[in-house]
């Protein structure tokens, strides 16, 4: 439905979002790994040793021992670092370059960081609530994702975002237009398709984490709904120009003339 590509939303009590871009950096780095630079067989066993795989979780399957990388609760987080192709990487990483920094910066860098990773265990949760037995690995930062949107929209629904709408027209949005739109599709998309091949149901998870979690671990302070309105850093607001003391000062008073005061 929409890209996001910038906001105007500037960090106000942190400098530098660090888990936002170490989580990145990571997703990054595993994915080349398990991907590009890896071979078929290596990749595959990454992802069924790492990713979520329902029947595991609730107990109709096993894995073969030699591909245990982790312990099974483990996999409800690590499924998360794991992409499919370059695209699914990309679009993950670009939501969270966009409304992670301002997340990070209401809740503070370990707090955010246990957000991000209960968002994603609440995605995989959901996911396995409805696929039980499904023996297909679940993969991708989709529901952490989704987590960080919905408390992004909790904390600033009025700040300017532009976003690329139908992939090809750029527009500068209040936040609460795009993200109430792109919350209201997972759930549509989770009832119309609660087992397609897209896990909506990993992103409705996130998304239901992110809107209880923002509000018990962002900062002391930090309002819910702020009503700030940023303006976008190419809008410059017309003022009234500056006068010295010498153009305040009142005109001199002419003397009176034979034919009465001066007007």
Same mark, same amino acid.
Do not use: C, K
């Given at each position: 439905m929409f890209i996001p590509l910038h906001d105007t939303n500037s960090l106000k009590h942190i400098k530098v979002q660090y888990v936002t871009i170490g989580l990145i950096a990571i997703n990054i780095v595993i994915w080349l790994m398990t991907g590009p630079l890896a071979s078929q067989n290596f990749a595959n066993a990454t992802v069924l040793g790492l990713g979520y795989i329902p029947a595991l979780a609730f107990d109709?399957? $096993?894995?073969?021992?030699?591909?245990? !990388?982790? @312990?099974?609760? #483990?996999?409800?987080?690590?499924?998360?670092?794991?992409?499919?192709?370059?695209?699914?990487?990309?679009?993950?990483?670009?939501?969270l370059w966009v409304f992670g920094d301002n997340v990070e910066d209401a809740l503070g860098h370990f707090r955010y960081l246990v957000f991000y990773l209960l968002c994603a265990a609440a995605g995989a949760l959901t996911h396995g609530l409805v696929e039980t037995s499904s023996e297909a690995p679940l993969i991708g930062a989709s529901g952490a994702i989704s987590g960080v949107v919905a408390a992004y929209l909790m904390l600033h629904p009025k700040v300017r975002v532009w976003v690329l709408v139908f992939f090809r027209i750029p527009l500068p949005l209040p936040a609460f237009i795009p993200l109430v739109?792109?919350?209201? $599709?997972?759930?549509?998309?989770?009832? !119309?398709? @609660?087992?397609? #091949?897209?896990?909506?149901?990993?992103?409705?998870?996130?998304?239901?984490?992110?809107?209880?979690?923002?509000?018990?671990?962002?900062?002391?302070?930090?309002?819910l709904f702020d009503r700030t309105l940023v303006t976008p850093k190419a809008v410059v607001p017309v003022t009234a120009p500056v006068t010295t003391l010498e153009q305040q000062k009142p005109p001199p008073r002419r003397p009176p003339t034979p034919w009465g005061r001066p007007s």
């Open positions: 109709y399957a $096993q894995l073969e021992p030699s591909l245990v !990388l982790v @312990p099974e609760s #483990a996999t409800y987080v690590t499924y998360a670092f794991l992409h499919t192709d370059f695209w699914h990487l990309a679009s993950n990483m670009l939501f739109l792109w919350i209201l $599709q997972q759930f549509v998309m989770f009832a !119309l398709e @609660p087992r397609g #091949a897209i896990s909506w149901g990993a992103h409705v998870g996130g998304i239901l984490a992110g809107l209880i979690l923002v509000v018990v671990l962002r900062r002391r302070g930090v309002p």
